[in-house]
Each structure stands twice: as structure tokens, then as C-alpha cells.
């Protein structure tokens, strides 16, 4: 797996922001759209987190070494993309392209 979030974002309009990661091209048509696609992440990165802590924390030390980097991947990935799209929202209702 890559360890690196290499994530790029454009914003030709207001009405459309693209969020390139390495993995592929997420098109979301407006920054309400862009809200509701970070919260569906945030609600991923807290589920991740509640996985790795807490209660769940003597299942997660039990995986094996790549299933633990696996899953701190993905979490990675996730607050990433967050962050990224958190970012754009703010740029849409800017007005203004990243």
C-alpha cells in the first residue's frame, strides 16, 4: 500500500469541485454535496478510531501486522480526503479555485 495522501483539488465553478487522490476522481457538484461527502468520511475516520481504541482496542492489537497497517491506512486516507474536501468547501463558497 502507499503511504503517502498525495491528493490534488480543483475548482473550476462553484458548482463543481473535483477531488483527485491516487486511488481515482471524485466529482461533487456542489459545496452541500462536498458537506455531505466529508461528514460520510468523518463518520469512516470515527469508526476507524472507535476500531483502534477504547473497547476495540484488544481486537485491533489481536490482527496480524499488515490487517493493523491496512486499517491505519485507510483511516489516513480518510481523514485526508476530509481535510482536502473541508478545504474546497470553503474555496466554493469563496468563490475562489485551489
Same mark, same amino acid.
Given at each position: 500500500m502507499n503511504a503517502t495522501n498525495n491528493i490534488s483539488v480543483t475548482n473550476a465553478s462553484q458548482q463543481n469541485i473535483t477531488v483527485t487522490t491516487p486511488h481515482g476522481?471524485?466529482?461533487? %457538484?456542489?459545496?452541500?454535496?462536498? !458537506?455531505?461527502?466529508a461528514m460520510m468520511k468523518a463518520t469512516e475516520l470515527h469508526a476507524f478510531l472507535a476500531l483502534v481504541s477504547g473497547e476495540g482496542q484488544a481486537d485491533f492489537m489481536s490482527m496480524n501486522e499488515e490487517l493493523k497497517n491496512s486499517l491505519l491506512w485507510a483511516a489516513r486516507r480518510?481523514?485526508? !480526503?476530509?481535510? !482536502?474536501?473541508?478545504?474546497?468547501?470553503?474555496?466554493?463558497?469563496?468563490?475562489?479555485? %485551489?
Open positions: 476522481t471524485l466529482h461533487i %457538484k456542489s459545496a452541500l454535496d462536498a !458537506e455531505d461527502h480518510s481523514a485526508g !480526503e476530509l481535510c !482536502e474536501v473541508l478545504a474546497q468547501v470553503r474555496f466554493a463558497e469563496a468563490g475562489v479555485s %485551489k
